[in-house]
């Protein structure tokens, strides 16, 4: 059973890569199309067979935004040059499907591996660095699905399944032989929702921070009409944190608990703990920002980036810092 989970975990990893190739085949074919068909509808005659009164004279945003409310209207291409951009456009909105489907593949397959694992050592399926990375990678890509489902954030699917992949490519390198838990650890149901919850909060998180990376490259204006708009990734990003954070306090509250049991102390400023503390207060600074006129937007957005920084601090102190955390032997 050992051999099939990690067998599953090498497929999953295969999976990621293809899906990732797909998601970024969308978007490159989204934009490379928005392109094409924009610019022909701000120099050729409408559906009419009369040029808009403001092509040539209109520019920037202006162009952009008529251009599209007249292909809106349109049922047939306008012009070659826009029939030359219905192509990679159509190949792109069928390569959503594509990525979505590989995407939920690879989730199932990871999440078989886990379970594998988790029936094997008889714990939730993270008590060392390579079986929380495959997890953490696992939640990722089950936080994305799941917002992805209810918001139209298809086209920066490649941010949280890329950096599943990285986690996926970090896990391959480290020891997954399965070992007797250190005496600290030997709490399997505390281990399995302590650390559970910190691997399903950051996986949320990484969406949230995906939405922040496309909120401060589509800015207020929606520069980039294949990108989702402003407005939906600012509302996507605040989701996940609504998500993500309470399940995240919940974990240090369990955190505490269990080390005035393991170590006679509910908490000790250890590396990892202190880490733990600062990515709450960010994303709690981000809530209350998000709600204040002068912080919403693009202040709100870096918030996002800074906070998953702090995730990944979190997730990977024990590499540089030493304390009672450092569980993974490394």
């Not at 040029?51 to 945003?61: F, H, I, L, R």
């Not at 390569?95 to 591996?113: D, E, K, Q």
């Not at 969406?207 to 402003?230: C, E, K, M, N």
Request: aromatic content about 12%; charged content about 10%; proline content about 5%.
């Amino acid at each position: 059973m050992a051999s099939l989970s990690q067998l599953l975990f090498a497929a999953g990893t295969v999976l990621l890569v293809v899906a990732f190739a797909v998601h970024l085949g969308h978007a490159v074919l989204l934009a490379s199309g928005r392109r094409v068909a924009v610019a022909a509808a701000a120099v050729a005659p409408g559906p009419s067979g009369v040029q808009p009164a403001w092509a040539g004279v209109a520019s920037g945003s202006l162009v952009r935004a008529r251009a599209a409310a007249e292909l809106a209207r349109s049922t047939e291409p306008v012009g070659s040059a826009a029939s030359a951009g219905t192509a990679p456009f159509a190949l792109g909105t069928a390569l959503s499907g594509v990525a979505v489907w590989l995407t939920v593949t690879a989730f199932a397959v990871l999440a078989g591996s886990a379970l594998l694992r988790a029936i094997v050592v008889g714990r939730g399926p993270w008590g060392n660095l390579f079986e929380f990375s495959v997890a953490f990678a696992a939640s990722i890509v089950g936080g994305y699905l799941v917002l992805a489902h209810r918001y139209p954030i298809r086209s920066i699917g490649a941010i949280p399944v890329g950096i599943a992949i990285l986690l996926t490519l970090f896990a391959s390198s480290l020891p997954s032989q399965i070992q007797p838990l250190v005496p600290a650890l030997q709490n399997a149901p505390l281990l399995t929702i302590h650390v559970g919850m910190a691997v399903l909060s950051y996986g949320i998180f990484a969406t949230s921070f995906a939405a922040g990376i496309g909120y401060l490259v589509q800015g207020q204006t929606d520069r980039f009409a294949w990108l989702p708009s402003h407005r939906v990734l600012d509302e996507v990003g605040y989701r996940a944190v609504v998500i993500g954070f309470p399940i995240f306090a919940t974990m240090i509250i369990l955190g505490s608990w269990w080390a005035s049991i393991a170590w006679s102390r509910y908490w000790g400023w250890d590396p990892k703990e202190t880490a733990s503390l600062v990515t709450w207060l960010t994303y709690a600074i981000y809530l209350h920002a998000r709600n204040q006129r002068s912080w919403a937007g693009r202040p709100a957005a870096l918030l996002l980036v800074v906070g998953f920084v702090m995730v990944l601090v979190t997730y990977s102190g024990t590499l540089w810092f030493s304390g009672l955390h450092a569980y993974s032997g490394l």
